[in-house]
């Protein structure tokens, strides 16, 4: 089902649509953070990467809460977005050859995810608290502060030191 699907015919399934969209974003989020781990060579990065992946599984876990309260199966729908971000992301990680140059790519990389993840998590968020779900919301507000956080945390990691290394 696409975002411009006949099948999303009320707020109702594409708040559903959009809850699968981020729930497979996250399970994407869990293939590649490991990955990009393994690629970096900066300590805070790789400390940074290593923490956002725990906290990736807690927002599974919170997910699947929201799909329980709002009584709809846990499942992902495919989202060409993510997918296309993560194919850039090991598309450009597997040409730079500077260890230097590829903590700065990596982490610009991963705020593409975050950003992405931030815009899903916001809407959902505000269409929970519309819908009157605040249990919804609560949850899903958590997982939008720690991917706020996340970003802020890479924004800092950037700025004191890995681009200029880069540079």
């Known amino acids: 089902m696409g975002w411009f ?11 559903a649509h959009t809850l699968r969209d981020i729930y497979y974003t996250e399970h994407q989020i869990l293939k590649a953070l490991p990955i990009m781990l393994r690629k970096t060579s900066d ?3 790789r400390q940074e990467f290593e923490d956002h992946l725990r906290e990736t599984h807690t927002h599974v876990q919170r997910l699947r809460q929201v799909f329980d309260l709002y009584g709809v199966a846990p499942q992902g729908t495919n989202c060409p977005a993510i997918d296309g971000i993560i194919t850039e992301t090991n598309d450009i990680t597997g040409e730079v050859e500077d260890a230097r140059v590829l903590d700065a790519a990596l982490i610009a990389a991963a705020q593409a995810v975050e950003h992405y993840e931030i815009a899903r998590y916001g ?3 505000a269409w929970a608290k519309q819908f009157g779900r605040n249990d919804c919301a609560a949850l ?5 502060s720690e991917e706020i956080a996340a970003d802020k945390n890479l ?10 290394k880069a540079a």
């Open 43 to 45: 300590t805070m990065l």
């Open 155 to 164: 924004t800092a990691i950037a700025e004191n030191g890995v681009n200029q």
């Open 140 to 144: 899903l507000q958590q997982n939008l």
């Open 5 to 15: 699907s006949k099948d999303i015919q009320t707020m109702d399934a594409l708040f």
């Open 123 to 125: 809407t959902l968020v």
